[in-house]
């Protein structure tokens, strides 16, 4: 079965800092990989996914991610952060192939901003 | 883009009452949703797999009597906790699978979330 890991519980970075989230998975092939974030109180929204190709993925406000092979990660990065971006961040894995199957999601990583 | 929406997003309710809360996926059909439970400042645990016009996949160690999924149109998955209790509060978030039925294609939707409080 595949599993992830974040293995930071919280992250305290200044504004305008960079970011760095990290994500690990364990799964015997390359699994569909998805990195969501989560405001309190909300649903969860998709910042990018990886399916195959390019390994440096481009995602929606100016986040991107990196698949390795070699190390089973799939961190999230941001060159500058903002206020606005203090949320909780799930990676998350899915499993290629056929039928449609939930995610399997990391405990998150919680994101803190400060001035 | 897909937009999925749940209703109620919150609700409170008294114990051994039934409540339900409905996932409608509004500009797309969806063959496959997917219930999961979060608590809080935890990670997302999948419950169940609700599939269109037949039985849902429960997880292992999720009561299927307890949570009764029904699937009965390609845009409507709704979830019904019985006899609640309130070890049942959580937030309970719906997805919904958009693409070809059996096709793991990824794209997956998901809604505001609902929140159960048991008293």
């Known amino acids: 079965a595949q599993s992830v890991t974040q293995p930071d519980i919280h992250i305290t970075v200044s504004e305008g800092a960079s970011l760095e989230l990290r994500c690990n998975y364990s799964?015997?092939?390359?699994?569909?990989l998805f990195w969501y974030v989560q405001s309190p109180g909300q649903g969860l929204q998709l910042l990018l996914k990886?399916?195959?190709?390019?390994?440096l993925v481009q995602g929606i406000k100016g986040f991107e991610a990196e698949f390795k092979r070699s190390q089973s990660s799939f961190n999230l990065r941001k060159p500058s952060v903002h206020w606005s971006d203090a949320a909780e961040y799930f990676c998350?894995?899915?499993?290629?192939?056929?039928?449609?199957?939930?995610?399997?999601f990391g405990k998150g990583t919680h994101l803190i901003i400060q001035p | 883009g897909a937009v999925v929406s749940q209703h109620p997003s919150w609700v409170i309710c008294k114990s051994g009452t039934s409540v339900k809360i409905e996932c409608r996926s509004l500009?797309?059909?969806?063959?496959?949703m997917f219930w999961y439970r979060q608590f809080p400042k935890q990670s997302l645990m999948l419950m169940a797999t609700?599939?269109?016009?037949?039985?849902?996949?429960?997880e292992q160690g999720v009561e299927k009597d307890k949570f009764l999924i029904n699937h009965a149109s390609l845009t409507l998955s709704t979830l019904t906790v019985t006899s609640a209790h309130p070890e049942d509060s959580s937030f309970y978030i719906c997805?919904?699978?958009?693409?070809?039925?059996?096709?793991?294609?990824?794209?997956?939707?998901f809604g505001e979330g609902s929140r159960l409080t048991v008293l």
């Open positions: 997805s919904a699978h958009k693409g070809l039925a059996g096709a793991n294609t990824g794209e997956l939707f």
């Open positions: 799964y015997g092939a390359t699994p569909y």
């Open positions: 990886y399916f195959s190709g390019d390994t």
């Open positions: 998350a894995v899915g499993i290629p192939g056929g039928g449609a199957d939930g995610l399997t």
């Open positions: 500009d797309f059909q969806a063959t496959t």
């Open positions: 609700s599939n269109e016009g037949s039985k849902a996949t429960y």
